[in-house]
């Protein structure tokens, strides 16, 4: 019965019909949700996200996000792919189906809204990512510097008026701070920098505390910061 139904929502993001599109995203948004954040909606929601995607789910709401500007119906896409962001299995297909571009266009929306939700949905990747390479089930550069997410946090970090924007784009910088092989482009993005504005002004502890560790363990940033230090040393003189 969910196959059934969930292949009929699915077309409905295709509708020229906006509001059938936003109650279909809706529906999709709330299957996409970890258990934790449902009110039992369904009894296992780790199966939907797999189901949403099997089905060409992440794709579609990438088509419907290109085709609309309505700031209801972009808040909603974009929700229910930060849900989908949540989850290890299926970061790679998100990225192939055009998700991650997707998040990045909607944010010319300029509705504070949409940009909280890509935020949470780049936070949530990059959460997940930096969990698995530190478990040790993935090596390599984030796949989120391929579709420069990296200029996009760096620039928002300082800019985003709302708070909730702000404190997932803080915690998505360090996680992807937290992978070794995304320290150069850190480097050559000012995303060092970034890191230790945060661990000093971010309104949250955990959070500045996250860049402070961040900062800590890996030998590419402390080889930098050593070396900008002895720059400074070296102009003062």
Not at 188 to 215: F, H, M, P, Q, Y
Request: contains cysteine.
């Amino acid at each position: 019965m969910l196959t059934v139904g969930l292949g009929k929502i699915l077309q409905l993001l295709t509708s020229r019909d906006i509001d059938a599109q936003i109650r279909a995203v809706k529906v999709v948004a709330n299957l996409a949700a970890e258990d934790i954040n449902q009110e039992k909606i369904m009894d296992e929601g780790e199966a939907n996200q797999c189901l949403i995607m099997d089905k060409g789910g992440a794709r579609l709401l990438a088509n419907t996000a290109s085709k609309t500007d309505d700031p209801e119906a972009l808040r909603m896409v974009a929700g229910a792919i930060a849900n989908l962001c949540g989850s290890e299995k299926l970061q790679l297909k998100l990225r192939d189906d055009g998700a991650i571009k997707a998040l990045l266009r909607m944010v010319r929306s300029g509705d504070s809204g949409v940009i909280a939700q890509v935020a949470r949905g780049i936070a949530n990747f990059a959460k997940c990512e930096s969990r698995e390479i530190i478990q040790g089930h993935r090596r390599g550069r984030s796949v989120l510097m391929e579709d420069d997410v990296l200029s996009w946090l760096i620039a928002n970090s300082t800019s985003a008026s709302a708070s909730s924007s702000r404190r997932h784009i803080e915690l998505a910088l360090c996680h992807l701070g937290q992978n070794e092989d995304n320290a150069r482009d850190f480097i050559s993005s000012g995303g060092v920098k970034a890191l230790k504005r945060i661990s000093v002004e971010s309104c949250r502890e955990d959070i500045r505390n996250l860049a402070k560790t961040t900062l800590k363990l890996s030998p590419t940033f402390k080889a930098e910061m050593n070396t900008e230090s002895s720059k400074l040393y070296r102009t003062e003189l």
